[in-house]
């Protein structure tokens, strides 16, 4: 069902709020999101051919679950599984929908491959897709706009009552940091190496709509949102809130979106395991009557800035007293006690190769890893991640 957002008029000076729908949805069903950089083999730079690449794939998939699309720059293509069932059945999606956008790029001459930034490509370099929105995204945001060289995933799952969204997104929003520190693959940016596993994470949050999502309880605090935004100009409607978490009113969903471009199929299933796992942990323990946790705000803000500059080796805010615990060691201690959870929902295969991202390190690890083995070179860190998209992460354990 579409988002419907509107006002209407009282009389000369009074509104009245036209209620926001959240569209049915089956529980604990995902949705993923994945943003893809187009390269030059040789040189690994980026190029913008999109727009020629879109036509022909758009026409190949109309009749498949999975989506071809464009994004902000022409460097990118975004592919989108339809609803799965489980974890696997979206990344099988994912997996057809690379196959056939292999198939367009291998014989023209292009690379494909992903993570949170781009190691050396500039901003000026980059063309703006001409799209209406886009465009008045950049002339609105200027030179924050136009440095938006970021890819990321977006993992959706379903819940089945609007009035658990909130309550779900607090208790999750804990875990922020968790999610954004396994999927951290941003260590570069334009030719420097940052100190920050996460870079994107720091960048994104200047948009004005993006960032953590505010403190709200219920959905009808939500609306009450929207319609300062959009009567103030802020934005248009519900889809132009960027946050890390969002509500994906058009969807029935939860929109997780804190995360780095992910280098490799097998670790997008991986976090969008841990992610649908906890949705549904959360969705049962409401089901039981019992109150989520939250922290506070400024403890959130904390921990994403922890998460962004040390990755999994951040020690990041547990509980509302302030106790404090390494990412590694939280994590594994979270992967146990849910694992339940996982086998029930189909995804404990998937939700065990998290353990795998803990023990070997996440993309901007590996990343630091072969920049130092080539002397800086930052050329080969592309090239290393354009081996690692097509055959995994097993792919760096075979580098020079």
């Not at 969204?165 to 804990?174: Q, Y």
Request: with cysteine; proline share 4%; aromatic share 8%.
């Amino acid at each position: 069902m579409a988002t419907r957002w509107g006002r209407v008029a009282l009389a000369a000076c009074q509104t009245v709020l036209v209620k926001l729908e959240f569209a049915p949805s089956a529980r604990s069903t995902v949705g993923l999101e994945w943003e893809i950089m187009l390269a030059d083999p040789a040189s690994g730079d980026l190029v913008g051919r999109a727009p020629e690449l879109l036509t022909a794939l758009e026409a190949e998939s109309a009749d498949e679950r999975h989506t071809v699309t464009g994004e902000l720059l022409t460097n990118t293509i975004e592919v989108t599984s339809g609803i799965g069932s489980s974890v696997a059945h979206a990344i099988d999606d994912i997996a057809k929908a690379i196959s056939a956008v292999r198939a367009a790029t291998d014989p023209a001459g292009i690379e494909l491959l992903s993570a949170g930034s781009h190691p050396f490509a500039q901003w000026y370099e980059q063309q703006v897709t001409d799209k209406t929105r886009y465009h008045k995204l950049i002339e609105r945001t200027q030179w924050w706009g136009r440095n938006m060289m970021i890819w990321g995933i977006h993992v959706h799952v379903g819940v089945e009552d609007h009035r658990k969204v909130f309550p779900i997104i607090n208790a999750l929003a804990g875990f922020l940091p968790h999610l954004q520190s396994l999927a951290a693959s941003s260590p570069f940016w334009a030719g420097e190496r940052t100190g920050y596993a996460s870079n994107r994470a720091l960048v994104f949050q200047q948009l004005p709509t993006a960032g953590l999502p505010w403190p709200l309880h219920d959905w009808s605090q939500f609306e009450s949102f929207l319609d300062d935004m959009v009567r103030t100009g802020v934005m248009a409607d519900a889809s132009e809130v960027r946050w890390d978490i969002r509500p994906a009113p058009r969807w029935g969903t939860i929109e997780v979106r804190a995360c780095d471009g992910m280098s490799t199929l097998p670790e997008l299933a991986a976090v969008a395991s841990l992610i649908q796992v906890l949705v549904e942990h959360f969705s049962r323990q409401l089901d039981e009557g019992r109150p989520l946790p939250e922290l506070q705000a400024w403890y959130h803000r904390e921990n994403k800035w922890r998460a962004a500059r040390y990755g999994l080796d951040a020690r990041v805010i547990v509980d509302s007293l302030g106790g404090q615990r390494s990412v590694r060691e939280h994590l594994s201690d979270t992967l146990e006690e849910l694992a339940p959870i996982a086998l029930d929902l189909g995804c404990d295969r998937e939700f065990a190769s998290v353990s795998r991202i803990l023990d070997d390190g996440a993309s901007y690890a590996r990343q630091l890893s072969v920049a130092d083995a080539a002397a800086g070179d930052l050329s080969a860190v592309v090239q290393h991640l354009i081996r690692e998209f097509r055959s995994g992460p097993e792919a760096s354990t075979h580098e020079t």
